[in-house]
T-cell receptor, first 115, second 112 residues
Framework: EAQVTQNPRYLITVTGKKLTVTCSQN?????MSWYRQDPGLGLRQIYY???????DKGDVPEGYKVSRKEKRNFPLILESPSPNQTSLYFC??????????????FGSGTRLTVV | SQQGEEDPQALSIQEGENATMNCSYK?????LQWYRQNSGRGLVHLIL?????REKHSGRLRVTLDTSKKSSSLLITASRAADTASYFC????????????FGKGTSLLVTP
């Protein structure tokens, strides 16, 4: 089944403890992206990647890192999480490497709580 | 960054009725997309309309795009309880470049 898989689904962590949220897609998509969703603010893009070893900042990149060493994986790294990073996170992928003209496929989300 | 804005924020209708949601945006776009999100779940892509298209259909969905007014509408005909969800428009291109920018969504409740 074509899908984007995120892990974990739920995570509670403490301030400052490094964590990684994994994202993997099995559709050979070139474009991948991370979003966070917060009440009243909608979805905001954190980082995106147009292909292997190509990543770029979205609207709210502060406090996050990403890497794209393989086409299928796009992990989101929080080096020193803070409570304001408590949010619902989504990974998404799309076929094109250029200006995407295809819809995105979203993962099921990771609900992160930082205490 | 550019962001679509949906209207209304919330909509409540009965099964069998049509639901119309609107989206406005600020600058030129390459395409506009509509997504559905069931509570706390991932977004599901519904339909994409390119900037040179004016109307598109998919099953019970009808999307229109008016680039002169920078607006789009999503019509769901003969609504069902299973259509209860949040609906988001998202724009791509123009000033936002490669970022798909989402609005804050319309929350649709369809009651039996």
């Amino acid at each position: 089944e074509a899908q984007v898989t995120q892990n974990p689904r739920y995570l509670i962590t403490v301030t400052g403890k490094k964590l990684t949220v994994t994202c993997s897609q099995n559709m050979n998509h070139e474009y991948m992206s991370w979003y966070r969703q917060d009440p009243g603010l909608g979805l905001r893009q954190i980082y995106y990647s147009m292909n292997v070893e190509v990543t770029d900042k979205g609207d709210v990149p502060e406090g996050y890192k990403v890497s794209r060493k393989e086409k299928r994986n796009f992990p989101l790294i929080l080096e020193s999480p803070s409570p304001n990073q408590t949010s619902l996170y989504f990974c998404a992928s799309s076929l094109n490497s250029g200006l995407p003209n295809y819809g995105y496929t979203f993962g099921s989300g990771t609900r992160l709580t930082v205490v | 960054s550019q962001q679509g804005e949906e209207d209304p924020q919330a909509l409540s209708i009965q099964e069998g009725e049509n639901a119309t949601m609107n989206c406005s945006y600020k600058t030129s776009i390459n395409n506009l997309q509509w997504y559905r999100q069931n509570s706390g779940r991932g977004l599901v892509h519904l339909i994409l309309i390119r900037s040179n298209e004016r109307e598109k259909h998919s099953g019970r969905l009808r999307v229109t795009l008016d680039t002169s007014k920078k607006s789009s509408s999503l019509l769901i005909t003969a609504s069902r309880a299973a259509d209860t969800a949040s609906y988001f428009c998202a724009t791509l291109g123009g000033d936002s470049g490669y970022a798909l920018n989402f609005g804050k969504g319309t929350s649709l409740l369809v009651t039996p």
